[in-house]
């Protein structure tokens, strides 16, 4: 019985010839000094790639059920959280899985750059290394589109916003990413193969250059203090380090460190998953509906803050240039970077820059959570109109005052001080905007505000702006701000 499997075994071997590629691989030598110092902070990139494998089992099979249509996204996702057998703990996985592959990412190229990892001869592994990164955040950011809920379609319609702002280039790149005008079915689709096709392509063909380097070159010695790295020397120095007798294999001492976290952490998804559930889907998609939370999950928090207290006049250069500038500094710096010190004793600069990254990206995340320019989200169930302003209406301003509560307009605009701030207190806004420009903004939006065209019928912008247009001190005449050209409006 056992002979016949080691035969059959055997057989394989023969023509597969496995064992003989793979052993070498398994067993490459890692430096001795591992397994005394600090081997333990080698764990992260293997934790993060098991991850992203449990991503693939679950995302295959949550794809089974999903549909990426517009029209049947939400239900598909409510059909899997109430009606399949344990399917909401299959996407409660995957979303928690997602959110701890970003960690471990993060803590993994934190740990490299202080441990000075990224200089000769492993520039390249780095800068594909940034390659992952930026993957795995777009495949959070499309993840979080497949929700389809309120959440998620309004994050991306404030990204489309700030996109479309882009001089020149912005609009055509809005319909590149939307496929329409609109958020609509299209756009899901993109989205769609997005996150399961092309990004997943790029990011497996990085991720299989990522660990070839590793292997060739490699895992970088824990830095000494005073030990510079010298390309005319250093190559020579880990052949030292890892030569017969001097290096360990890769397996099994280092790998099985690697093994424990990573089932550690597995057990964290499982815990994460059972406790706190799966994330949304939320309110059904409705863009006239910021009861929602119209906040991109919480990676994308700081970037929303970025955006939002910046200057107005800043903002377009800050989109423009400001990526552009981050991903080249990520990609580019090892390049000057490469010799010297590695220790993070002998690099206050390398150290402080990551203290500063950090608390910078956590600072703008909590300010993401509190400041009033996140919107109000009880503004309209809680607060009525003033009975003040209510008082000295018409009927007809009595119906706009109606469709402003329903709109939940008051989520981002107060009224008398109270409502939300992302807008502007609209108190008074029928002394300083005319009519046609009231009709403007409602239709059109801009500015961060959502256009209203598609979820009004005529009759209620009518009374909107009869309703806003009353909103002025009572001696004070309308607005006479001269209202835009015709041409203005057709656009
Ligand atoms: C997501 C938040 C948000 C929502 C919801 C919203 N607005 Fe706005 N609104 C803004 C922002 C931001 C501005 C400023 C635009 C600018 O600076 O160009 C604005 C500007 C305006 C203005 C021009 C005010 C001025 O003084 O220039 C009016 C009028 C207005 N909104 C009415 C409405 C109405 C009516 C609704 C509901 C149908 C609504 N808004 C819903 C964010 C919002």
Redesign the pocket.
């Known amino acids: 019985m056992f002979k016949g499997i080691r035969r059959a075994v055997m057989w394989f071997e023969h023509r597969l010839v496995l064992r003989e590629t793979f052993w070498p691989i398994v067993r490459h030598p890692v430096p001795r000094s591992l397994r005394r110092k600090v081997g333990w902070m080698y764990v992260f990139g293997s934790t993060a790639m098991t991850l992203l494998m449990l991503q693939i089992v679950t995302g295959i099979a949550l794809s089974m059920v999903y549909v990426p249509s517009a029209g049947e996204a939400f239900e598909s996702l409510e059909y899997l959280n109430y009606q399949v057998p344990l399917g909401w703990m299959l996407r409660a996985i995957h979303n928690w899985a997602a959110t701890l592959m970003i960690v471990m990412v993060v803590i993994h190229m934190a740990q490299v750059f202080l441990a000075g990892a990224y200089k000769y001869p492993r520039e390249l592994t780095w800068m594909l290394g940034v390659i992952l990164f930026f993957c795995t955040v777009g495949m959070a950011f499309t993840g979080q589109v497949l929700r389809w809920d309120a959440d998620s379609y309004w994050g991306l319609g404030v990204g489309a916003a700030m996109i479309g702002r882009i001089p020149y280039i912005g609009p055509a790149l809005v319909d590149l990413m939307m496929g329409s005008p609109i958020l609509g079915g299209e756009t899901l689709s993109r989205f769609f193969a997005l996150h399961v096709y092309i990004i997943p392509g790029i990011l497996f063909a990085t991720l299989g250059l990522h660990l070839y380097l590793v292997v060739r070159k490699g895992i970088s010695e824990p830095p000494e203090e005073g030990n510079e790295v010298d390309p005319a020397t250093y190559d020579e120095e880990y052949e030292a380090l890892i030569a017969d007798g001097a290096g360990d294999p890769f397996f099994p001492g280092p790998m099985a460190r690697d093994a424990f976290f990573i089932g550690l952490t597995l057990l964290l998804v499982l815990g994460l998953a059972i406790f706190c559930g799966p994330d949304g889907p939320g309110l059904p998609p409705d863009p006239a509906n ?1 009861a929602a939370e ?1 906040v991109p999950d919480w990676y994308f928090l700081s970037l929303f803050s970025v955006l939002a207290l910046s200057p ?1 006049s800043l903002e377009t250069y800050i989109i423009l240039i400001g990526p552009l500038v981050v991903v080249a500094v990520m990609l580019m710096f090892p390049l000057w970077a490469s010799r010297g010190e590695r220790h993070p004793y002998r690099r206050p600069v390398a150290v402080l820059s990551v203290i500063f990254i950090f608390l910078g990206v956590g600072v703008l995340t909590w300010l993401g959570y509190k400041e009033p320019w996140s ?1 109000h989200m009880n503004a309209w169930t809680a607060d009525a109109v003033p009975v003040n302003i209510v008082k000295r209406l018409s009927p007809t301003e009595m119906q706009g005052a109606v ?2 509560q329903l ?3 008051r ?3 107060a009224l008398d001080g109270v409502g ?1 701030e ?3 207190d ?1 108190t008074h ?1 029928g002394s ?2 005319d009519r046609p420009a ?1 009709v403007r ?2 239709i059109q939006g ?5 256009a ?1 065209g598609k979820q ?1 019928t005529g009759p209620q912008v009518t009374a ?1 702006v009869d309703f ?1 247009s009353a909103l002025r001190p009572p001696e004070r005449p309308p607005s006479e701000v001269p209202a835009p050209s015709i041409s203005d409006l057709a656009e």
């Open positions: 910021v119209p107005r919107p469709v402003l709109k939940a307009c989520n981002c605009h939300g992302r807008g502007p609209l806004v300083r905007l009231l903004q409602v801009g500015g961060n505000m959502p209203y009004l909107l806003l």
